[in-house]
């Protein structure tokens, strides 16, 4: 079946430096792909997006890269601070008809940041 | 400016009970979507309404069912529980019902001893 999947379930980096969290998605219908940051005791939280037109978009701190020849997402996070520490859940959403909006999401990367 | 909320905030059912969780979209979003986590995974689409009609279903059986109001907002039901329904069950709401950035609510956590 057709799913998205993170290489790696947690993660830790010193305070300061930067992240990258990546994502492997294998339905190349997928043409919007989101990631999402969830707290404990919280919801998900949008973060960023990207089109499948575009290979990189940048936002405050934050660049997410989509390389579809391979089929993989990454999310790099600039001078990783403490209140970055949550869950990092990519997503993808996948065109099945007239009027779909379904988002598939990955299993979950954990970031902790240490002081 | 009220993001999605959601009520019951934590329940505790057994099994074979009926819930019923409701959810109140973001004001001005008239899209509804329901998604279960279960406890170290990612959300799960349960289903997703639109003009007050289910649009679109994912992978859950016909115990899930759910419902949409004039006002756009939503309730879900599920009907004779099972220990495997035990899960944050999240609400999303957006603006139309094929683009838009997805919010989501701070979830319903339901535990079925």
């Known amino acids: 079946g057709e799913s998205v999947g993170l290489h790696l379930p947690t993660l830790s980096v010193q305070e300061g430096d930067n992240s990258i969290i990546n994502c492997a998605y294998s339905?190349?219908?997928?043409?919007?792909f989101i990631w999402y940051k969830q707290e404990s005791g919280k919801g998900p939280q949008f973060i960023i997006d990207?089109?499948?037109?575009?290979d990189k978009r940048q936002g405050q701190r934050v660049t997410v890269l989509l390389n579809k020849t391979v089929k993989h997402l990454s999310l790099q996070i600039a001078a990783t601070q403490p209140g970055d520490s949550a869950v990092y859940f990519c997503?993808?959403?996948?065109?099945?008809?007239?009027?779909?909006?379904?988002?598939?999401f990955g299993k979950g990367t954990k970031l902790s940041v240490i002081p | 400016d009220a993001g999605v909320t959601q009520s019951p905030t934590h329940l505790i059912k057994t099994r074979g009970q009926q819930v019923t969780l409701r959810c109140s979209p973001k004001?001005?979003?008239?899209?509804v979507s329901w998604y279960q986590q279960a406890l170290g995974q990612g959300p799960q689409f349960i289903f997703q309404?639109?003009?007050?009609?289910?649009?679109q279903r994912g992978n859950f059986p016909d115990r899930f069912s759910g419902h949409q109001f004039p006002n756009y907002s939503s309730e879900l039901n599920v009907n004779a529980l099972l220990l495997g329904d035990s899960a944050l069950y999240l609400c999303?709401?957006?603006?139309?019902?094929?683009?838009?950035?997805?919010?989501f609510g701070e979830g319903s956590r339901l535990t079925v001893l």
């Open positions: 999303a709401s957006r603006l139309g019902a094929n683009t838009g950035e997805l919010f």
């Open positions: 990207i089109r499948s037109n575009m």
């Open positions: 309404y639109y003009e007050e009609e289910e649009r």
């Open positions: 339905n190349s219908a997928s043409d919007y």
């Open positions: 997503a993808e959403n996948s065109h099945s008809g007239a009027g779909s909006y379904q988002l598939t």
């Open positions: 004001s001005g979003h008239d899209t």
